[in-house]
């Protein structure tokens, strides 16, 4: 039996499963066998923290020889010095003498620690989260119970867990992943699209891999979105050849994207922070079609200065003069909650207070971030477009135009995200520059699935020809009026559904630039004719999946 899943990008990837432990449970809170005297369990405390404080440092020693990644060894050697504080271990000794068991006080101590971090807010609560990984550790070790997270020392492997924070996919060690599985979560989840900016072989909401073991061989066909169990060596090889497919598209790196008949599609990538402008230009990126300018916001209780968003924007746009480079407008709310920006108690934040409804809402916010954008742009000398996330018609494109324009922003334009602005086409064509599609939140709205959902995660797929026939009313409509249509979602990352997007008349795709290689190859391999031809094929429906596991 095969699994199926949703993959990421079109990797494959062959190894065995390696199961990451559960959380652990809550100790109970009961008094301890009385013939442990306090002294005995506070020893066992210590040395428990002792351990885990020598397992960090080893590993934070690990991290730095093996990879020269300081920034993952700096990680590692904080948690290890939290868990030699001694203030956190006089309270974890006081919850000790309380005649509590030692499990209970690591629990208890380290939860009165973590309560005043997450009080604090912004970056001291990011902490609370890594010493209540510390305080986990050394409940596991008291209590014999498998180390949460991954597992370590196991060799190359195939992760496969319920689902994995964006903080450990963040930090895996690239070396001794084959590939992950996830249970839980969607193609469009934030941790999904970070599996996809590492490069890391994927097959997210996948679930039916709960019944795998640690040890059992599968192939991982991201393409396919299967996973394959026992493999057969014709499974392995054809697997061995599509590896090798990669490494021939990854030869045409440092060409502009095009059809065979030399139809220019402008081939961009996707990025988070100024930093990832590196990967996009050793990937071969042309520019960047969307920077998604959160990570600045998401860490912060505020909304950062002006003085250092410019410093921020400028950092990126350096790296790419007389290029194009499309930074998106603050898009919080729904799966990017903000917390001095978006209200708590939304009962469906997908359809709530988000993108350019909430930067409405915050006037001084998008005044400042377009104020410094306008003054990075002076700074340098890339060609910027700035465009608003969910503008839902043409009347909230205007007003955004306007707005950019005023500041003296040449490019300003609208992200199509939600059914309206399709449906709405040839007016927003009419007043904005230029319009890209962000495919994920299009899918999600279409077909209203949630794209965090993972039991409606089959619903995330942009082949749906709902979506489709959406995309081709704003091609149709900036065809028309000159206006130039983008794609940034995750559907312009998959070279055989980009040859259908350019087939619509879509006329840059933009991507994580780990997918560059693979949508330069294919539509280097198609003529424009056959692009049109697939894509009728599609608004047809005629390749929208089918699961084959129900
Ligand atoms: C999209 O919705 O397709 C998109 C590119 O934006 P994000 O994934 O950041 O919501
Ligand atoms: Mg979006």
Known sequence: MNIQGTGIGRGVATGRILRVAPALK?????????????????????????DVKSQLEARAEQASKASKNDEISDIL?????????????????????????PERAVFDGFGEFEAKLEALGGYMAERAKDLHDVGQRVIALLTGAAMPGIPEGKGPSI???????PADTASLDLSQVLGIITIQGSPTSHTA?????????????????????????????AAKNV???????????????????????????????????????????????????????????EGVGLFRTEFMFISSSQSPSVEDQTKAYVELLRHFPHRKVVIRMLDAGADKPMEFLTPENEP??????????????????????????????????????????????????????KLGKAKGIEHVGAMAEVPSIALMANEVAKVA??????????????????????????YQTAWHPAVLRAIKLIADAGKEHDMPVGV??????????????????????????????????????????????????ALAGEFYPQRTDE
């Open 193 to 221: 699209i970070l599996a996809r900016s590492r490069g890391i072989v994927a097959i997210v909401g996948a679930q039916k891999a709960d019944s795998l073991h640690d040890g059992d061989t599968v192939i991982l066909n």
């Open 227 to 285: 996973i394959v169990l026992d493999p057969s060596d014709d499974d392995i090889e054809e697997a061995e050849h599509q590896k090798r497919q990669s490494e021939r598209a990854r030869l045409l790196r440092g060409k502009p994207g095009a059809t065979k008949d030399d139809v220019p599609v402008a081939l961009l990538a996707n990025v988070g922070k100024p930093e990832d402008a590196n990967a996009a230009l050793e990937h071969g990126a």
């Open 159 to 165: 992760l496969l867990a319920e689902d994995l924070s």
């Open 433 to 458: 520059d230029f319009v890209s599609i962000g495919t994920n939140d299009l899918t999600q709205y279409t077909l209203a699935a949630d794209r965090t959902l993972a039991s409606v995660g089959a």
């Open 26 to 50: 809550e100790p109970e809170d009961v008094a301890r066998n009385p013939q442990i005297s306090d002294e005995d369990a506070e020893q066992q405390v210590l040395s428990a923290l002792e």
């Open 77 to 101: 050697g904080a948690l290890a010095q939290m868990a030699a504080d001694p203030a956190l271990i006089g309270e974890i000794s006081k919850v000790v003498k309380s005649g509590k068991t």
């Open 488 to 537: 940034c979602g995750e559907a312009a990352a998959d070279p055989d559904l980009a040859l259908v997007l350019v087939g619509l008349g879509v006329t840059s795709l933009s991507m994580a630039p780990v997918a560059l290689d693979d949508v330069r190859a294919n539509l280097a391999e198609h003529t424009f004719e056959e692009t049109q031809k697939l894509a009728s094929r």
């Open 348 to 401: 469906n934040p997908a359809l709530g207070l988000r993108g350019l409804r909430t930067l409405r809402a915050h006037r001084q916010v998008l005044d400042d971030q377009l104020e410094a954008l306008a003054r990075a742009n002076e700074q340098t000398d890339a060609d910027l477009w700035v465009m608003a996330p969910m503008v839902a018609d043409e009347h909230e494109a205007d007003f955004f135009v």
